[in-house]
């Protein structure tokens, strides 16, 4: 029977046993004057290693040595930094500037402007010749309602035609 198939119950008393072997193992070994077996497992490790504060300075103080000679190295053969090319002079930039508020100010300009009245598709067709410009076509308000009355009216009968 394996340990993965018994109940807790099971191995709280199996553990139990095994603390009672053990100190009755011990027990015995003091009756016969020798050690048992988990004094010797305690002799067995060997003791932890320390090292004294003097020893510890020697190392922290080579070590700050290292890193200071590491860091004149690294000073002396850095790259020095490479001059800035190009550029834009202050006049040039002064003249986009201007230029700029110039373009927006016509823009603005412009949107306050009144807009000139839309003329229908017949005056815009015959203003301008066919062969020698394309004609952007204007549709009037009243033809726009047309329009969307006939694809409301188009909808609606679908929709109906489904239920």
């Not at 003791?47 to 190295?73: E, Y």
């Not at 834009?88 to 300009?109: D, E, F, L, N, P």
């Not at 807009?115 to 010749?129: E, G, I, L």
Request: hydrophobic letters at 50%.
């Amino acid at each position: 029977m394996s340990i993965a198939n018994l109940t807790p119950k099971q191995l709280r008393t199996a553990a139990d046993l095994q603390e009672k072997i053990a100190k009755l193992q011990s027990e015995l070994a003091a009756i016969f004057g020798g050690e048992s077996k988990a004094a010797q497992v305690a002799k067995a490790k060997p003791a932890k290693r320390t090292m004294s504060l003097a020893h510890k300075a020697k190392i922290k103080a080579a070590q700050k040595l290292r890193w200071s000679k590491a860091k004149q190295v690294k000073a002396k053969t850095a790259p020095k930094p490479a001059k800035k090319k190009g550029g834009m002079s202050a006049a040039g930039r002064a003249r986009i500037v201007a230029a700029q508020k110039a373009r927006w100010a016509a823009i603005k300009a412009a949107k306050t402007a009144p807009k000139a009245p839309v003329k229908p598709a017949a005056v815009v067709k015959a203003a301008v010749k066919p062969a020698t410009k394309a004609v952007k076509r204007v549709i009037s308000p009243e033809a726009r309602a047309k329009m969307a009355a006939a694809a409301k009216a188009m909808w609606a009968a679908r929709k109906a035609g489904k239920k």
